[in-house]
């Protein structure tokens, strides 16, 4: 028992460290660029001018293909480990403020963001180590592959339903503004708050439109047979180019993505962390 309660209070310090703090909010900075390349990708797309992928790895190319780039992509990385540790230190001592289900809720939801936050770092890595990495490239083959296994179309319809209900949760997330709880609303002005309401709502529901699509496409391609559906966020943007008014939906889509980048860079300011 006593070494339960070491290790909690050595993840407890951990959390309080003020070097992962800033690192942390130095990692909203890296993930708002990141969205604002990827939002510029979304709206190449919409008009038919883009040959990269549109996703984040698409994004992390753009910015290690400029002056600098390569060190801006590591700096990246290294912020969003941070902001791992700090989110799996929140789903393992943190969130004390709530309570019951709630404090439950919020721990889970920590630890997912412990794992996109990873899982983009990863990518940094990558791209910093191999420029041409496609994301887009990997998850189709990677579906190709489970497809082939037993079972493996039901693990990737499950894996598509997954992803759609992120979507869904996201977009869900921004309507009711349950991103606020996480802001130290108290130290903004009026205006900031107004500007950053606008911005979370119009970047978490762009998100989870773009995530809801690419989990329905990854449930057609475990129903049809057809890795090639399976290509996440560049596929799910380029059905959207495909469908009636698709280029102005894409663009709204664009500004809405482009919209979180700059809600992250107010995060880095004004994050509870």
Not at 69 to 97: D, N, P, S
């Amino acid at each position: 028992m006593s070494l339960t309660r070491n290790a909690g209070a050595t993840a407890a310090r951990t959390a309080d460290s003020r070097w992962l703090e800033l690192l942390a909010r130095a990692g909203f900075i890296g993930y708002g660029i990141v969205h604002l390349l990827f939002a510029w990708l979304a709206l190449q797309i919409a008009f038919g001018n883009s040959a990269d992928a549109g996703d984040q790895s698409g994004a992390l190319r753009t910015l290690a293909a400029q002056p600098l780039g390569k060190f801006l992509v590591i700096a990246t990385a290294v912020g969003l480990v941070a902001m791992a540790i700090w989110q799996a230190l929140e789903a393992a001592v943190g969130h004390r403020a709530e309570r019951g289900g709630e404090r439950t809720w919020e721990r889970v939801a920590s630890a997912g963001r412990t794992l996109v936050y990873l899982y983009f770092a990863w990518t940094a890595y990558k791209v910093f180590s191999d420029a041409k990495s496609n994301s887009a490239d990997q998850q189709e083959a990677l579906t190709g592959q489970a497809m082939h296994s037993s079972g493996g179309r039901w693990l990737v319809g499950l894996a598509g339903l997954v992803l759609a209900a992120i979507g869904v949760g996201l977009v869900v997330y921004g309507l009711v503004k349950r991103f606020e709880k996480h802001l130290k609303t108290a130290e903004m002005s009026p205006r900031t708050r107004r500007l950053s309401r606008r911005l979370g709502i119009a970047g978490y529901v762009a998100k989870g439109v773009a995530y809801g699509v690419a989990g329905v496409l990854v449930i057609v391609a475990a129903v049809t047979y057809d890795p090639e559906k399976a290509r996440g966020l560049d596929a799910a943007l380029r059905t959207l180019r495909e469908q009636s008014y698709g280029s102005l939906l894409l663009t709204l889509v664009a500004l809405g993505i482009a919209a979180f980048g700059v809600f992250c860079f107010l995060q880095s300011r004004y994050r509870k962390v």
